[in-house]
């Protein structure tokens, strides 16, 4: 009973929280021996809370470069154009303790335990 009363009342106190990105003109570069390549260009859109958003393309048309990107886990370039969250230029990596990232390929590591992949994943 203390328990359901001690949920009831953080519930309430609970202040809605949700989080809207909005993308113009990204991008991401990488370096091919001398050259520059862009592998992504001119991507602008938003992704709504509370909305299922799919990206949808064949394949190789730059889904996952595009959500890597968009992630910030895309070391392997630079990202070019801007990624707004609530409005205001910042980086999706400031907001690694709420979001979730699973990626295409399956990175687990039978080797690892729970924590170590954890920290692995935090590194990576
Ligand atoms: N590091 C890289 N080096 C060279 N080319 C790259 C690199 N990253 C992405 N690309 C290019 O970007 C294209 C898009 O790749 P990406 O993996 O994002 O496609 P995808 O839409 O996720 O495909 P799939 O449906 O097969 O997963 C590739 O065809 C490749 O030419
Ligand atoms: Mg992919």
Redesign the pocket.
């Known amino acids: 009973m203390y328990y359901i009363a001690a949920l009831r009342s953080f519930l309430s106190r609970k202040k809605d929280f949700s989080v809207d990105f909005a993308f113009e003109d990204l991008g991401l570069e990488?370096a091919k021996g001398r050259e520059k390549?862009k592998?992504l260009e001119g991507v602008t859109g938003e992704i709504k809370h509370g909305r299922v958003t799919a990206v949808m393309?064949p394949?190789?048309?730059?889904?996952?470069?595009?959500l890597t990107t968009l992630a910030g886990k895309a070391y392997?370039g630079a990202q070019t154009g801007k990624i707004l969250i609530n409005g205001q230029e910042s980086k999706i990596r400031n907001f690694r303790k709420l979001l979730g990232f699973v990626p295409?390929e399956d990175i687990m590591l039978r080797t690892l335990t729970v924590k170590g992949m954890n920290t692995l994943i935090n590194i990576v």
């Open positions: 990488i390549v592998v393309g394949s190789g048309a730059g889904k996952t470069t595009f392997y295409q």
